[in-house]
């Protein structure tokens, strides 16, 4: 599974990559013969012991509306399908989105850090992707009390199902959940969630990992990234034990820009 945010060659943040990479990225995966799936298609063919040995699931963050149409067509042409987690509260007020960490984007390039509205989502629902839920206002869910904890994630997919008809993953803002977070989603009718970390050992439906790929992710890195070998090294015990310290050494601690 692999998390993006914003492409957009001209925007130069660290939430974007450009066209160009992002493109060199998904044809590597087609030249290797994977099978793009939704987050949710993925989840059920795995359920069911049937999911393909190479499969990719492209995933989307926050929901940019120009990086998102630009992505659609990129897309198209590999013929893989994405699954993008939009924050509903600017999905319904259009505004520019804003939350700890994004907000010098929020206001240096406003235009950028606009969201899909609903009747673009519709369209790419119906163009074979899957929206899901990236909470009410994006907050880090493991500092939330129970009551405040429910009512994004409740919420957040009510409007969803409200306005297009199916809502079941979730992907929690700064790719952050413990425990209590995961149970919550499951218990606000998600079929899966996912998270993003360094670590994959944690890798159970309501916390499903991804790989992060950023403007950086060239050369070296990029095959690193998206090898398979890499991703069995993420699942060890050691890769658990070492994440603190190289979040730490990535100064990313509670509020990354994820
Ligand atoms: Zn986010």
């Known amino acids: ?53 190479r499969s990719v699931v492209v995933t989307f963050d926050d929901g940019y509306a120009t990086s998102i149409m630009r992505c659609r067509s990129l897309l198209d042409e590999v013929g893989f399908p994405a699954t993008v987690f939009v924050v509903t509260s600017f999905v319904e007020s259009g505004e520019p989105m804003c939350w700890p960490g994004v907000e010098k984007w929020t206001e240096r390039t406003p235009l950028e850090m606009k969201p899909l509205d609903w009747p673009a989502l519709l369209g790419l629902i119906e163009g074979g ?7 009410v206002s994006h907050p880090l869910l493991t500092e939330l009390d129970d009551e405040s ?12 199902v409200e306005e297009l008809g199916a809502c079941e993953t979730i992907a929690y803002p700064y790719g952050v959940a413990d425990e209590r977070v995961a149970i919550a989603a499951a218990r606000a009718g998600y079929v899966a969630g996912c998270t993003l970390k360094p670590a994959h050992r944690v890798d159970e439906p309501h916390r499903r990992p991804r790989v992060g790929l950023f403007s950086h992710d060239r050369g070296f890195r990029q095959w690193a990234k998206l090898s398979p070998a890499v991703g069995r090294v993420r699942r060890t015990r050691l890769a ?12 990313a601690p509670a509020t990354p820009t994820a």
């Not at 992707?129 to 909470?135: K, P």
């Not at 904890?149 to 969803?160: A, F, G, K, P, Y």
């Open 1 to 53: 599974m692999l998390c993006y945010h914003a492409v957009d060659s001209a925007w130069h943040s660290n939430l974007s990559i450009s066209e160009e990479l992002f493109v060199s990225h998904m044809a590597a995966l087609e030249k290797r013969g994977y099978v793009g799936l939704t987050f949710v298609e993925a989840e059920r063919l795995r359920v069911a012991g049937s999911l393909p040995e």
């Open 129 to 135: 992707w899957e929206v899901g839920s990236h909470t």
């Open 149 to 160: 904890l429910d009512e994004q994630l409740v919420t957040s997919r009510r409007r969803i």
């Open 240 to 251: 658990e034990t070492l994440e603190p310290f190289y979040v730490r050494r990535r100064k």
